[in-house]
């Protein structure tokens, strides 16, 4: 069993009361009495936690003292960590690159302990490695530090930190998200992450056993990096209240999201939100219908409780019913099972309720249940009491009224893959529409597209303006270089979200002029146009 205090300034601190951290395939074996053994340590009943094979780690639950201090001490730090040169700096995030990759199976094997199914535990660690890639990297150093020159000037363009972040990762990919964390502080920025106490295990093994040597190894002060874990409303409020923070990097619902960043931004705090996704994918007419099923099939990773994944479609009429016989055989061979196997890709789903809400309402606004629809136990079996759900598939016909299906409208956070069929007699309007059908989506993260024709693509990419990321004839949840991993406005990233880059996101812009041998009344009335000068990059 790993433990983990609270880590503050450099060093660990204990805690009288823990969150102790069991293998997922334990609570699918047998979830009551691993259930009662966790709560018996968590109160104090037991502290035997070291014997039994299926308790992985414990956590320091944080108090608000604690929390506190970590604050403290990030502030002290990011002044300090502020000034190391940027060639310093962004080795964090070559190093965290590194180690990922030396790491990899270990990194895997704690998340696939905490309940991700081993395929997705590698295809978050890909994301990770995208993000940290010599590609994205160097796209980031070129915004980050810009010189010109002209006669009597050095001029920059640079981006500079914010200060302290405070970043709170979600539930379901928390230690992946954690990492994002990593170019905040290549920004030279200072950290102070909460981890979920549902999932705090990972966060505190990749921050810790990862990242903190690495800031070791670079000098970095004390502060630099902070991991606490505690009652998430509390600790929010912690941070809006303190002048000490100066960015909010929050994951979570857009309903509890949205109103956060408005009050950061009245505290004057900049908030970075990743929220709520309901990510649209398109089938034309010429599209290769194999590979747009099998893409579709992302939808079901993980059950649906995945904010990057497809979650409605948008299909061509003339291609609709082959695009829709594909994805049902394709769906049929999705299955449930342990977190180890390798062939599994769901997982159990909490929001059963709202599950059957969603299917109910689809169901009365006209929608066809094609596939799925049950609950079901870990061997595929139909079961009223079945952590698992069925991979769902509904038709809707026609984009008139497809968003008052709530399943369309709204991000599902459960196997519910709503396929829109457009109407087949606007045939002369039809890319119009289903153009505006995207752009209207209140959410932006994700799109893709699925198209042959290169006139009808380059519509696509000219006039989509949804989302912090299009991808066409490609996965749609897999990550490439150079773009961004998260990001986009709306109810998924807020008025001033984008494509999240984190370490232009927690910078800013600032301009320098270094003169020599300046006269300062002939420089104040100076121009280009007097001059016959224009300034020249370097």
């Known amino acids: 069993m790993r433990s983990y205090g609270s880590y503050i300034a450099g060093d660990d601190v204990p805690a009288e009361k823990w969150i102790y951290c069991l293998r997922a395939s334990a609570l699918l074996d047998d979830v009551l009495p691993q259930l009662t053994l966790k709560r018996d340590l968590e109160r104090g009943r037991r502290d035997d936690g070291a014997d039994h094979p299926t308790v ?34 962004i080795q964090v995030v070559h190093r965290l690159h590194e180690e990922l990759k030396r790491r990899h199976d270990e990194v895997v094997s704690v998340l696939v302990d905490e309940g991700h199914p081993r395929s997705l535990a590698e295809w978050e660690l890909a994301g990770c ?7 994205t990297v160097n796209l980031c150093l070129e915004q980050m530090h810009r010189e010109y020159h002209d006669e009597n000037r050095r001029l920059l363009v640079v981006r500079k930190p914010d200060g302290v972040v ?61 991991v606490v874990c505690g009652p998430p409303k509390r600790i929010l409020a912690e941070w809006l209240d303190s002048p000490l923070v100066d960015d909010i990097f929050y994951f979570g619902s857009s309903e509890l999201g949205i109103p956060l960043g408005e009050e950061a931004v009245r505290r004057g705090k900049k908030p970075v939100l990743e929220l709520a996704g309901n990510d649209g994918c398109v089938v034309w007419r010429d599209a290769d219908l194999d590979r747009a099923a099998e893409a579709l099939t992302e939808s079901f990773f993980g059950s649906g409780q995945i904010c990057m994944v497809p979650n409605y479609v948008v299909a061509h009429p003339d291609i609709a019913d082959r695009l829709l016989d594909r994805l049902i055989s394709l769906v049929g061979k999705i299955r449930p099972g342990y977190p180890e196997d390798p062939d599994v890709v769901l997982s159990p789903v909490l929001k059963t309720d709202l599950f059957f809400q969603y299917l109910a309402q689809a169901r009365q606004a006209g929608a066809q249940v094609l596939t799925g629809g049950h ?25 008139a009224g497809a968003r008052e299906v709530w399943a369309v409208a709204r991000e599902t ?51 989509v303006h949804n989302g912090g990321l299009l991808k066409i004839n490609d996965s749609h949840i897999g990550f490439v270089p150079y773009l961004s991993t998260h990001g986009g406005d709306g109810l998924t990233g807020g008025p001033f979200g984008e494509s999240n880059y ?33 300034e020249t990059p370097a």
């Open 129 to 135: 490695l995208q993000g940290t890639s010599p590609e």
């Open 413 to 463: 956070f459960f196997p519910l893959l709503p396929v829109v069929v457009a109407a087949p007699d606007r045939e002369d309007r039809l890319l119009d529409d289903v153009i505006t059908f995207v752009n209207d989506n209140d959410y932006s993260l994700r799109n893709s597209v699925w198209a042959a024709g290169e006139d009808t693509i380059a519509q696509f990419v000219a006039r």
């Open 375 to 399: 609950r079901m136990e870990i061997d595929g079996r139909v079961s009223e009491t079945g952590l698992f759900l069925e991979p769902t598939v509904l038709r809707v016909d026609g984009l």
């Open 166 to 226: 405070a970043l709170s990762p979600p539930q379901n990919a928390a230690a992946v998200n954690s990492l994002l964390g990593a170019p905040a502080i290549a920004a030279g920025n200072a950290l102070v992450v909460k981890a979920p106490r549902s999932t705090p295990y990972g966060v505190m093994f990749v921050l810790r056993e990862i990242v903190a040597p690495i800031l070791d190894e670079l000098g970095a002060p004390p502060g630099t990096l902070n």
């Open 56 to 89: 992985v780690a414990r956590c320091a639950l944080a108090d608000e003292q604690v929390a506190r201090r970590a604050l403290a001490a990030a502030a002290k730090a990011a002044p300090v960590w502020g000034a190391f040169p940027l060639d310093v700096r």
């Open 502 to 534: 984190p370490m232009l996101r927690t910078s800013h812009l600032q301009g320098i002029s270094i003169g020599r041998n300046i006269q300062p009344r002939q420089a104040a009335f100076a121009s280009a146009l007097r001059t016959g000068r224009s």
